[in-house]
């Protein structure tokens, strides 16, 4: 059966070229990077390549880069680790509705913690704009987290006018970029970024390990403690293979980015043209351009997601109703909803995101069986009545 991947927001491929650069430290290159001798010195000189490798992805420099065990330790780190050590400047933190769980679940434990939380709300298309952080932001204002993309819908914030605001009224400003690097072009200096977390597994590196890029001067209390490691910022004999991987992997995704973008703009543009054509009673979820080169999401009404997600897998597509953390669970969208949509049309969802490997064939492929798909499920739903919209 043909089988097409359009599940790359919730993990990809890892790249052949990234496994050759692991392999020889998942076989013969093993010391402990901590330890002084040659077989340390080796690993510890193959972590200080892929930091490089790390940092001019960015625009930062080496030592701003705190390697982590993926995208959400990145965000916790940043947010507990900025919450505890200014909390005598202020317990005011600001973040977005649309916010990742890894940002949001941390949020809501700071509130615990008798910190406040200002979510700002987002526009139709699941954006805030730099003005609403202006207004939000009070004396007691220590953090600011705002999202680059978001995972579900593609959404591009306007991270350097935010960047700009935060900087302007000497607050902290974190993003959580993980969908956003190696997909599009990031500047932390000149989008005034002071934090932001990435994830190796989002852009064909392997899965367990991420980075986050601290500005030089401000003080990230670790998360883990036990060594001295990441110089004390955290803890634990380092993931040798995963970070050369992650290396390898962002130089990868960041060499011609623009042509990669351009090409998968291509492949997006003609799913979110020709669905609607196709299927009648959609909508486009999120900015209809200003969105990841590799995001499509769309509401099908009166189908549920689940439902349609199942179809598509028994004709070999996998796609995804939103974020792989919350399918499983029946709770529609917390992003969807803050959009402003209802629960039922926020139930049928469906999320294609894609890669650099998706093909021309593979989108006449979706084109081809969703539409089937869509039409056999209204048939049988309840919520259908014969009457679109
Ligand atoms: C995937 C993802 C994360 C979590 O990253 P992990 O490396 O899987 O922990 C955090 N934020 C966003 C926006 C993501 O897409």
Same mark, same amino acid.
């Given at each position: 059966m043909k089988r097409v991947y359009l599940d790359n927001a919730a993990t990809t491929k890892l790249s052949p070229a990234v496994l050759d650069e692991m392999m020889p430290f998942l076989t #013969? +290159?093993?010391?402990? /990077?901590?330890? /002084?001798?040659f077989f340390g010195q080796q690993t510890a000189a193959a972590i200080d390549h892929a930091r490089q490798q790390i940092a001019s992805a960015i625009n930062a *420099? $080496?030592? @701003?880069i705190i390697i982590t065990s993926g995208g959400s330790e990145a965000d916790n780190t940043a947010i507990r680790g900025i919450a505890e050590r200014y909390s005598k400047k202020g317990r005011h933190i600001i973040t977005t509705a649309v916010e990742h769980h890894a940002v949001l679940h941390t949020c809501e434990l700071l509130e615990k913690q008798g910190y406040e939380v200002t979510y700002l709300p987002v526009d139709e298309y699941g954006a805030v704009t730099a003005e609403q952080v202006r207004e939000a932001i009070? /004396? *007691? $204002? +220590?953090l600011v987290t705002v999202m680059f %993309? #978001? #995972? @579900?819908?593609g959404t591009i914030m306007p991270v350097a006018e935010i960047g700009a605001v935060c900087h302007e009224k000497g607050v902290f400003f974190h993003t959580d970029a993980v969908q956003a690097v190696g997909h599009v072009p990031i500047d932390v200096k000149a989008m005034n970024i002071d934090m932001l977390s990435l994830s190796a597994h989002k852009f064909h590196g392997p899965k367990g390990v991420g980075a986050l890029y601290v500005r030089k001067g401000i003080v990230v209390p670790a998360l +883990?403690?036990?060594? %001295?490691?990441e110089r004390n910022r955290r803890a634990g004999t380092e993931n040798v293979p995963g970070i050369v991987g992650m290396g390898k992997a962002i130089e990868l995704a960041c060499d011609d980015i623009d042509e990669k973008g351009r090409r998968m703009t291509v492949l997006r543009d003609r799913l979110i043209t020709e669905i609607p054509k196709l299927i009648p009673a959609v909508k486009l979820n999120g900015h209809p351009t200003n969105r990841l080169p590799n995001n499509v999401n769309f509401s099908i009404k009166y189908i549920e997601g689940e439902s349609i997600l199942l179809m598509l897998d028994l004709n070999g597509i996998a796609a995804s109703s939103g974020s792989a953390c919350t399918?499983?669970?029946? *709770? /529609?969208s917390h992003v969807l909803l803050a959009m402003g949509l209802t629960h039922e049309v926020a139930h049928g969802s469906l999320r294609m995101t894609l890669s650099d490997e998706t093909t021309e064939e593979d989108i006449d492929y979706v084109l081809e069986v969703l539409p089937r798909v869509a039409e056999r499920l209204r048939n049988m739903s309840p919520l259908y009545n014969g009457q679109l919209d």
């Open positions: #013969n +290159i093993y010391g402990n /990077p901590s330890s /002084p001798h *420099d $080496t030592g @701003e009070r /004396p *007691d $204002t +220590i %993309a #978001n #995972n @579900e819908v +883990i403690v036990g060594g %001295a490691q399918s499983g669970s029946l *709770d /529609p």
